[in-house]
């Protein structure tokens, strides 16, 4: 079993920055890869970004250029820092991890980008 809490979400101004946190616990050591996923108001769920166990990483083209995400191993926590935001990226933010073939997620942190 692996737990996943999310915080640092909240109001931001467009073209402003945030920066998300997930901290894991439990079997963490059978993670192999960390996502982060988001859903807005009426849409799927889609995914943002993600990186495995070897530091490689995934970013959707939405927001490529904009977004970036890390982990720190010795903290167990998973981060994903977003710049110069946008309205449309407006959502429930949900860290998501992939370990020993199951899928765990955290519960959310609202992100709202408004003026």
């Known amino acids: 079993q692996v737990r996943l809490v999310e915080s640092g979400g909240g109001l931001v101004q467009p073209g402003g920055s945030l920066g998300l946190s997930c901290a894991a616990s439990?079997?963490?050591?059978?993670?192999?890869?960390r996502r982060w996923y988001r859903q807005a108001p009426g849409k799927e769920r889609e995914l943002v970004a993600s990186?495995?166990?070897?530091?490689?990483?995934y970013y959707a083209d939405s927001v490529k250029g904009r977004f970036a995400i890390s982990r720190d191993s010795a903290r167990n926590t998973l981060y994903l820092r977003m710049n110069s935001l946008k309205a449309e990226d407006t959502a429930v933010y949900y860290c998501?991890?992939?370990?020993?073939?199951?899928?765990?997620w955290g519960k959310g942190t609202l992100v709202t980008v408004s003026s």
């Open positions: 998501n991890v992939l370990g020993s073939g199951i899928n765990y």
């Open positions: 990186i495995t166990s070897d530091g490689s990483t």
């Open positions: 439990g079997s963490i050591f059978t993670i192999t890869v």
